[in-house]
Nanobody
């Protein structure tokens, strides 16, 4: 059974950094696009960043460009999100996603990030 497990969330002051990790297991994720989404209280889940299978292509939401960096290690089945210059508006539950076309999508359980002002 496919499983994604996020870690690395926590409480940080504005301007600080956090590094989120997502460990994938239970099946091969060959070819999967990996991404991060977030959901703030009272808001819909929104896209944050994604990375192609090869790692050669990345995409970011405008709100995080220049501050967040997504990377992956296919040998270890992990994807990370380095978050710098954090702002209170970055406060949310962050979710890892694995997607293969439109047929296969998996989500992690989420990790909480709180940025204090």
């Amino acid at each position: 059974q496919a499983q994604l497990v996020e870690s690395g969330g926590g409480l940080v002051q504005a301007g600080g950094s956090l590094r989120l990790s997502c460990a994938a297991s239970g099946r091969t994720f060959s070819g999967y696009v990996m991404g991060w989404f977030r959901q703030a209280p009272g808001k819909e889940r929104e896209f944050v960043a994604r990375i192609s299978w090869s790692g050669g292509s990345t995409d970011y939401a405008d709100s995080v460009k220049g501050r967040f960096t997504i990377s992956r290690d296919n040998a270890k089945n992990t994807v990370t999100l380095q978050m710098n210059s954090l702002k209170p508006d970055d406060t949310a539950v962050y979710y890892c996603q694995a997607r293969l076309g439109v047929a296969y999508t998996y989500w992690g359980q989420g990790t909480q990030v709180i940025v204090s002002s």
